[in-house]
């Protein structure tokens, strides 16, 4: 065998061998072999799975609109009431002098069972891109970080350095309103009803997302720092009345930092504890709200209310996805009843 011959056929088995080391496994799953099954449409398949399909959509949304319409709630706009509060509120500048407003409403019907107190606000738009990402979660952990590098600006610093804590935009503008609820049993009488402010976030937030820097005190913790311009005391006392539900473990702030989708939304800010006359839930009658106004709404044309409401076993009221699925099983089921008057009249004609 000439010299020529060898060397092209150790070439053709190098090249051989190369091909093969870039070639998949060969096991079924990689060579594409695995085995399959390829329905088979034929019309009643097709017409059964329709029916089934949307009966199953039926079955889901009749029974989330009942629960949704079952629950009791009552909304009151204290706003115009308010309306003089909010004008002095406008001037930041303003916090020492208080302003309350008071505002009475009528249960007419009793809310059994376990009530939620929320706030809603309207026209009031936290989905702004500038807006959800001024924040700097790496503080909100405790850390030490560099608020200046951070998303927090305009609100990150003071113009001598300070820095704010909590800072960004969603801090600085908190709903920082302070409601109580009093019930009336007869004209002559004024029960304060008791109100829970723990206990109203995920489980997930108030243990992993928000913590406070490691200090031997809270104060201290924040030395150094500013509190935000619209905030009328600092991050360290929020709450005058339990130690641990301040600074960034405080519930109302973790609340407000889940930013909304919408301009109209609502949070939870109390839930009734049970005891006493409010054992079963709110009796009916007649109730009054006093609110220490601190958020003004006016310079943006927003709204504000207080909604109380009982819960079921599918949540609040909202009846949005009930409904969505009763017309998503009702729009398959009139056009499986389209297609099924189509086959029995069309169907067994021949093509000619």
């Given at each position: ?94 916090w020492a002098q208080e302003c309350q407003c008071f505002t009475n409403f009528t249960l007419w019907e009793s809310m059994q069972g376990d009530v939620f107190m929320y706030y809603g606000l309207h026209n ?229």
């Amino acid at each position: 065998m000439s010299p020529s011959k060898s060397i092209n056929m150790s070439e053709k088995s190098t090249i051989t061998s190369n091909h093969l080391s870039r070639c998949p496994d060969n096991t079924a799953f990689k060579q594409q072999r695995l085995p399959a099954w390829t329905p088979q449409l034929t019309p009643a398949s097709v017409l059964s799975s329709f029916f089934v399909v949307g009966l199953f959509c039926l079955a889901v949304g009749i029974p989330l609109i009942l629960a949704a319409t079952s629950i009791k709630e009552i909304q009151i706009n204290y706003s115009e009431e308010c309306s003089h509060c909010s004008k002095l509120r406008e001037n930041s500048s303003n916090w020492a002098q208080e302003c309350q407003c008071f505002t009475n409403f009528t249960l007419w019907e009793s809310m059994q069972g376990d009530v939620f107190m929320y706030y809603g606000l309207h026209n009031f738009y936290q989905n702004h891109r500038r807006y959800v990402h001024s924040r700097s979660d790496a503080q909100l952990l405790g850390r030490k970080v560099n608020i200046q590098k951070s998303n927090c600006a305009p609100f990150a610093a003071y113009n001598d350095g300070t820095p704010m804590a909590p800072c960004g935009a969603i801090a600085n503008s908190m709903f920082n309103d302070t409601i109580h609820l009093f019930f009336y049993p007869n004209s002559a009488a004024v029960i304060q009803v008791p109100l829970l402010k723990q206990g109203i976030t995920w489980w997930t937030d108030k243990n992993v997302k928000f913590r406070n820097p490691a200090s031997q005190n809270l104060s201290s913790a924040f030395a150094g720092t500013a509190k935000p311009p619209y905030w009328p005391k600092p991050a360290y006392s929020l709450d005058e009345e339990v130690e641990e539900n301040n600074g960034y473990r405080n519930e109302d702030f973790i609340i407000w930092m889940r930013v909304a989708a919408f301009p109209t939304f609502k949070n939870l800010y109390r839930r009734l504890r049970r005891t006493k006359e409010f054992a079963d839930g709110l009796p009916a009658g007649t109730y009054g709200l006093q609110i220490s106004y601190n958020f003004p709404v006016s310079k943006f044309s927003g709204g504000k209310k207080v909604i109380f409401s009982t819960v079921g076993w599918s949540g609040g009221r909202n009846p949005f996805l009930g409904i969505a699925y009763t017309v998503t099983g009702a729009v398959i089921l009139l056009a499986g009843c389209v297609i099924t008057a189509v086959h029995l009249k069309f169907g067994k004609r021949k093509i000619r």
